[in-house]
């Protein structure tokens, strides 16, 4: 079998097919969500797409980003010794090569039609494509495999990963819905009177919050008000490679329209907080949220947040949220489990790359946490 890999620097380039093979399967690997990436990228973000083909047969497809820290500090957290860590930063991450999606947790990085393709093959294609960036678009400090599903770790046995770290972070939150729940009160009948009474808690402190969905003109109207509450949140995180540019939310809903959801929580006529999901045929992904942190320390907008998504979820009868990797304890109060992923590194100068198993676990952000039980 002969296989042939192709780089794609634009959306408009990809093969007409591109959607019934690779991106129907995955809304975040499809021309939709491409256009998204190519109109708005963070500022030192740019994204590349790589074609698989079987003889003249599109096979698969994968995402590559590429991310440049010369103007950027990763961490921001001064508790954290940030300035240290942001200095060993500059001076052996200048730039990386990610394949994978940086601005989601999980494995949307790549796309195969297992019936033509072995996983192993696959993965040796992969790591082609991965040398084919390299050589042919830029060489970077690091290349990172980002965010694998335990299942796929075989694939990357081959001899071609030897030179590759395997690193993993915190874990990936999910929540499976039972079959049972066909409204929000057969979910709260699920739960420990603990976090029943904590639910009911929250929401009683709702009380003269008005929450509504936001279409287009909305998005439009309160652009400011939404990027000044993302940014109010992504500046206090610990751990940042990037900033969303301030058109991202306009974008998003233009081009994936009823696959992407944004809802504002309004205090009067004030916007106080919002959230954001993608609909991934019959997953959900919680996006990028925001809130005034005085609104949210007396409303606990960030809970509610988190139960009215699973409450969507059930109604509309999706079968998984994927709640990422952050915030991990008090996303296990509504249901939340940890899914361990791994990914794989390796940097380009081969001293450096040699101590990486020393280095890595140095400036990895940690996490303390407990992981609560609130089913019966």
């Known amino acids: 079998m002969s296989y042939y890999l192709k780089i794609y620097e634009t959306v408009s380039g990809l093969p007409e097919n591109w959607n019934s093979v690779v991106g129907n399967h995955n809304v975040m690997l499809s021309e939709e969500y491409f256009n ?12 590349f797409f790589m074609g698989f083909f079987l003889e003249d047969e599109l096979i698969g497809g994968a995402l590559f980003q590429y991310l440049n820290f010369k103007d950027h500090r990763i961490f921001r957290n001064k508790k954290e010794g940030f300035k240290i860590k942001n200095l060993i930063v500059k001076w052996f991450v200048k730039d990386v090569m990610i394949l994978g999606n940086n601005m989601l947790t999980g494995q949307n990085g790549f796309y195969f039609d297992f019936s033509k393709i072995t996983v192993e093959d696959a993965a040796v294609l992969l790591e082609n494509a991965a040398r084919k960036m390299q050589n042919e678009i830029r060489k970077t400090s690091f290349v990172i495999f980002k965010d694998y ?6 694939g990357f046995q081959h001899k071609s990963y030897r030179k590759y770290f395997t690193f993993s972070v915190q874990p990936n939150m999910m929540m499976k819905l039972r079959e049972n729940w066909n409204n929000f009160e057969d979910y709260t009948n699920d739960l420990t009177k603990k976090y029943r009474a904590r639910i009911r808690s929250a929401r009683n402190k709702m009380e003269g919050i008005e ?6 003109s909305d998005i439009q109207a309160n652009r400011q008000g939404i990027y000044d509450l993302y940014r109010n949140v992504a500046e206090n995180a610990p751990f940042n490679t990037f900033f969303l540019s301030e058109n991202h ?14 809802y504002g929580y309004f205090s009067g006529e004030k916007l106080i907080g919002f959230y954001t999901i ?11 949220l925001g809130y005034d942190e005085d609104y949210q320390k007396e409303k606990q907008l960030y809970l509610n947040m988190l139960v009215d998504m699973v409450e969507f979820a059930i109604n509309e009868k999706k079968s998984k949220i994927i709640f990422g990797r952050t915030a991990l304890e008090i996303k296990s109060t509504v249901g939340a489990e940890p899914v361990e992923i791994f990914g794989l590194l390796r940097h380009n100068n081969f001293l450096i790359n040699s101590v990486m198993k ?11 946490w407990i992981q609560r039980r609130p089913f019966k």
């Open 211 to 216: 929450k509504r969905e936001l279409n287009s």
């Open 249 to 262: 939310f306009e974008k998003m809903k233009e081009n994936l329209k009823d696959k992407f959801k944004v």
């Open 36 to 47: 998204v990436l190519e109109d708005s990228s963070p500022y030192n973000m740019k994204c």
């Open 358 to 368: 020393n280095i890595i676990p140095s400036i990895t952000p940690k996490t303390k």
């Open 149 to 154: 599903q335990l299942s796929f770790a075989p």
């Open 278 to 288: 993608i609909l991934n045929n019959k997953d959900i992904f919680p996006y990028f």
